[in-house]
């Protein structure tokens, strides 16, 4: 039984949009893996942007890093 976790920014997006980007997936996971549908298992994980953490920054730090120096 495949379990396919999804980690996303908190509020990046919709519930709708999260929840056409779970049917898609499991689409692939039916057709490659010749599971039955009800057998995949989706988990989205939203992590807050402070708990995400890149190269050393977390995400507001990282963004406003990378806006610093399109300006420079």
């Known amino acids: 039984m495949p379990l396919i976790m999804i980690f996303l920014g908190k509020g990046t997006y919709t519930n ?3 929840a056409e980007l779970s049917r898609k ?5 039916v057709k490659e ?7 995949t298992w989706i988990i989205i994980n939203e992590i807050p942007p402070e708990n995400w953490v890149i190269d ?5 730090e990282f963004k ?8 420079a």
């Open 56 to 60: 050393k920054l977390t995400l507001p």
């Open 16 to 18: 709708e949009k999260k």
């Open 25 to 29: 997936v499991t689409d692939v996971i």
């Open 33 to 39: 893996l010749k599971v039955p549908q009800h057998y």
């Open 64 to 71: 406003a890093k990378l806006k610093a120096e399109k300006k």
